[in-house]
């Protein structure tokens, strides 16, 4: 750096005739510089050494958190689905709601399987249905929709399905 402020660099040929001038930093902004500096280092040391906080501490007590406000629903894949009027009205709100996106309105799908032909993937049994809605197919982009339907809703949503592939036929 140039004792002399205002001194020109002679750069100005190699950058289009942009002229630098070797001026020193601003002392405001060196006592800044060097405040953010220690106090960087300052926080470096009390998180990870004096205070013992870290990241998987605090995401393991927010998921501690999270399940003891929200507990897991274990819902059974396997237990039995009654068709009745009333189940399949609710079944067709519940699946107007969440299925209509992959599988379509009329149930022929789009991105999901067709509902209401004779060939399924993944069985065409009520239990079967209500299995694979359940589980999901993640590998193929079905969500689990057992913890999010909840056990009434999806013995609803399979009692439509159910109707629909009969009256399909």
Known sequence: MSKLPDELLGHGADNDGIEEYDNPLPKWWL?????????????AVDYHFISGRSQAASYEAEVAAAEARWPKQEIAADATVTVTADAIT??????????????????????????????????????????????????????????????????QVTAYIVDAHKKAK
């Open 90 to 155: 609710a079944g067709k709100a519940v699946y107007d709601a969440n299925c209509v996106a992959c599988h379509m309105a009329d149930l022929t799908g789009g991105i999901g399987p067709n509902l209401v032909d004779d060939e399924w993937i993944h069985g065409g049994s009520p239990e079967e249905i209500r299995a694979t809605i359940v589980k999901g197919v993640p590998e193929k982009g079905m969500l689990t929709w057992g913890p999010i339907l909840g056990d009434a809703k999806i013995n």
């Open 31 to 43: 006592g800044l510089f060097a405040i953010c500096v220690v106090w960087g280092v300052g926080y």
